[in-house]
């Protein structure tokens, strides 16, 4: 049995694929490889363990039915068409349940920065600017004891909740599809609608799924119901808020600042404008970028694969969810 890799994966994942006696061949360069290059390699394995961004759309999946699973190393999987993957036979999996830590640590992390306008202030220093002081300058807001809105109190979003509360005293809001009454009772988190969400919030925090539902939806009418003292964090996909639309928000005073570990589109450029605001924090989408997650996040991938030609049930299928 042979395996492709998109991308070269943790240790871990590639051992338990080899001691499972698969041969897997990994994509070492550090470019994307064109739609053809994929293809060709898919058709010389049987299953293919995907990292990346790109879109595994129809056509793809129709040139590789073959596949007998293809095993995401992300929790995410907005990229695939999980139709098309399903009434093809394919089998798509994820790698749910470990990255809701590092993840969650990257939205506090960005929380913490817009706050005290962190990434400026560091700029300034590179500029040579931090001389002259004085009391009014450069000024930062406290989070203590504010509100947090999440929306999306899943694994991810559980977590920011609960670092926020235990660090800052926050108060916790929240807006579902369904209630998570399980939070309710351990940080007192309260059910919102959409609209109170934004018009209550101090901070809103993105941690739901990018879907048909949640595409854009933090948009102009969105940001010009939040606070002018907000600040917008999304950690989850770059989709879910509209870019033009929360620069201008942020230019015209709307909200205070915003933290991204995810863009749209993304990559990001160097010369978008939001690099350079004061009360902006972007990072390049590492919230799962630590050791012990993308080793973890690596061998669930080779556990799903391993699984799937081996003939068991693979244990993390995201076929059943197309139609959600």
Not at 96 to 119: H, Q, W, Y
Not at 146 to 172: D, E, P, Q, S, Y
Request: proline share 5%; glycine share 8%; aromatic share 6%.
């Amino acid at each position: 049995m042979k395996v492709f890799t998109t991308r070269v994966i943790p240790e871990e994942g590639l051992q338990l694929l080899q001691r499972a006696g698969f041969t897997v061949t990994q994509w070492q360069e550090e470019k994307e490889m064109t739609p053809a290059q994929r293809v060709q390699f898919c058709k010389e394995s049987d299953a293919m363990l995907f990292a990346g961004g790109e879109k595994l759309d129809r056509a793809f999946l129709e040139q590789c039915r073959h596949l007998k699973v293809i095993s995401l190393l992300s929790v995410g999987y907005d990229n695939v068409d999980l139709k098309a993957a399903t009434e093809l036979g394919l089998q798509i999996t994820n790698t749910p349940g470990v990255l809701s830590n590092a993840t969650a640590d990257t939205a506090f992390l960005l929380m913490l920065s817009v706050a005290r306008k962190a990434f400026y202030q560091h700029k300034r220093i590179i500029k040579g600017e931090w001389g002259f002081s004085t009391p009014t300058a450069n000024l930062g807001i406290d989070i203590e004891g504010k509100t947090l809105g999440i929306w999306g109190l899943g694994n991810i979003g559980t977590v920011m909740a609960k670092r926020c509360k235990a660090a800052f005293g926050m108060k916790i809001i929240y807006c579902n599809r369904h209630r998570n009454e399980a939070a309710e009772k351990e940080l007192d988190a309260t059910f919102v609608g959409f609209d109170e969400l934004l018009q209550q919030s101090d901070v809103i925090s993105i941690h739901t799924s990018l879907t048909p539902e949640t595409k854009e939806k933090f948009n102009k009418d969105a940001f010009r119901k939040m606070k002018p003292t907000a600040i917008f964090i999304n950690a989850a996909r770059g989709g879910i808020h509209n870019e033009t639309d929360l620069i201008a928000a942020l230019q015209d005073g709307e909200i205070w600042g915003a933290g991204l570990d995810v863009t749209n589109p993304e990559p990001m450029q160097p010369n978008n404008p939001l690099l350079n605001m004061p009360t902006v924090a972007v990072l390049p989408h590492i919230g799962s970028a630590t050791q012990e997650t993308r080793n973890a996040m690596s061998r669930i991938a080779a556990q799903n694969v391993i699984a799937a030609l081996t003939g068991e049930p693979v244990p993390n299928p995201v076929n059943h969810l197309y139609n959600l």
